[in-house]
């Protein structure tokens, strides 16, 4: 059965959260989801992607990887970014492991990329262009560096998800208040009433 990559799934804002975001869960390991255990939906992620994140790339083809090493490199860098990312949530920052671990297996993609290639993220004029999911989606954790960036990635605590708050104030708690604040509002609501808080999955 294939996944719905509808517009919740790319509810972390940036590219590099959402490719992180393909596993669901992750502190609850008994429930842990990885939509990428079907090497199928991967090709079906990235074309999704090159919709959801027109704002951020512009009009992009986001190449896949194919092969089952080139699978298993993009799956490296999504950990990396994970790590990074979720670690700068929980400690304030950034740590050397995470950091180094995320510039190498980063910079190999980039490095796999055609000479010909310009990495820069577009201007809104710029024209269609074609580079690999995983090469983008280190870029664009790249640009979550600047410190007034990083400061607005927070953990959804209903899914677990990774998510890049571009309100105002800071003040979004959910990754998507229409499915996991709702959700978490119906539990709230249920357990108040002594009933099942009902099913999580996202």
């Not at 998507?176 to 999580?200: E, F, I, L, T, W």
Request: with cysteine; hydrophobic share 35%.
């Amino acid at each position: 059965m294939t996944f719905d990559w509808n517009a919740h799934r790319f509810s972390g804002g940036v590219l590099a959260l959402d490719l992180a975001n393909t596993v669901i869960f992750r502190d609850a390991p008994e429930r842990s989801q990885d939509r990428f255990a079907d090497p199928g939906e991967v090709p079906r992620f990235a074309a999704a992607a090159a919709n959801h994140r027109r704002s951020e790339w512009g009009n992009v083809k986001f190449n896949p990887p194919i092969s089952h090493a080139a699978i298993a490199a993009l799956i490296e860098v999504r950990e990396a970014i994970n790590r990074l990312f979720r670690t700068a949530v929980h400690q304030g920052g950034f740590r050397p492991e995470p950091l180094s671990d995320f510039l190498r297996l980063g910079s190999e993609l980039v490095c796999d990329e055609p000479e010909r290639n310009n990495l820069i993220l577009p201007q809104p004029s710029e024209g269609r262009r074609e580079l690999s999911l995983g090469a983008a989606a280190f870029l664009s954790g790249v640009r979550l560096f600047e410190p007034t960036r990083l400061e607005r990635i927070k953990i959804c605590p209903n899914c677990h998800w990774l998510y890049f708050d571009e309100s105002r104030n800071r003040s979004r708690r959910w990754c998507d208040m229409s499915v996991c604040g709702n959700r978490a509002k119906a539990q709230r609501h249920y357990s108040r009433n002594g009933k099942p808080a009902g099913n999580n999955h996202v």
